[in-house]
């Protein structure tokens, strides 16, 4: 059978939301989920709708890049989309990829816009809407992805946008996304101290915050999507600050990084 397009999933834990996920994806030629060691039911849920599981070992939030190649190099098809476990394919989205994976195209990639769903509700502002990301590819033009905490493809040729969005939900507690922010905010300082960022200080400190805070508060206007979107607007400026803030901690005790 002519595999037209593969989807792709990278997993880890994910029983509580990839069923919604593989659901949505019912209508492509081939699933594959690369799965980084889940101790859940993650793998038995994906076989039992027919997906092809492939177990890479877990290394780390900062090797996505990793995982995403090899489902790259696993996939049969002539197109490729990839989906997190907390999104889903909307019937929109879905018509809109047929009809481009169908058609004589252009571009060898697409941008698809994405609905972020944040506690239980649909923000359109604060920075979070149209929230593109890369997922539809013509496989034989995706050389690879690369970079450790955002990953970014290297595509030959050019990009296309899609009008269709692809829904985002965020089922974290704010618990729990303070918990992800400490180890993410861990990796981007690192990443920072190893580029050669220049030698925090308050002026550093304060427009780095300002910058966030302009961005999500007042040019995105975030206060639109109500208490929600303040809550989340404070939040990403917090988070700027924790990256930060380890990066002068490191800068600060350099002898124990070297």
């Known amino acids: 059978m002519e595999v037209k397009i593969s989807a792709v999933i990278i997993t880890r834990n994910e029983e509580e939301m990839i069923k919604g996920t593989l659901s949505s994806l019912s209508w492509v030629d081939e699933i594959i989920v690369v799965d980084q060691g889940s101790e859940d039911a993650t793998r038995k849920i994906a076989r039992e709708f027919g997906a092809r599981v ?64 944040i506690f239980g509700k649909v923000f359109k502002h ?47 507690s704010l618990r729990e996304m303070v918990e992800k922010t400490n180890m993410w905010s861990e990796i981007e300082a690192d990443l920072m101290y190893k580029a050669g960022h220049p030698k925090m200080n308050i ?11 302009w961005h999500r508060m007042i040019r995105g206007m975030a206060f639109l999507d109500g208490p929600e979107g303040i809550i989340m607007a404070v939040y990403q400026v917090y988070s700027r600050f924790i990256s930060y803030a380890k990066l002068w901690e490191r800068q600060e005790n350099e002898s124990l990084y070297r």
């Open 54 to 117: 492939v177990v890479h070992e877990w290394k780390g939030a900062a090797k996505f890049a990793k995982a995403r190649n090899i489902g790259a190099e696993q996939a049969r098809g002539e197109w490729i989309i990839y989906v997190d476990a907390d999104e889903r394919v909307t019937k929109e989205l879905r018509r809109e990829i047929q009809n481009v994976i169908r058609g004589n195209t252009d571009y060898n990639f697409y941008a698809i816009p994405r609905e972020n769903i």
């Open 126 to 172: 604060g920075g979070f809407w149209p929230d593109y990301v890369k997922r539809l590819f013509r496989k034989k033009k995706l050389k690879k992805w690369q970079g450790e905490l955002h990953e970014e493809p290297l595509v030959e040729g050019g990009m296309g946008y899609l009008k269709s969005p692809l829904r985002h939900l965020k089922h974290e």
């Open 203 to 213: 002026i550093r400190f304060m427009s780095a915050m300002i910058r966030e805070f």
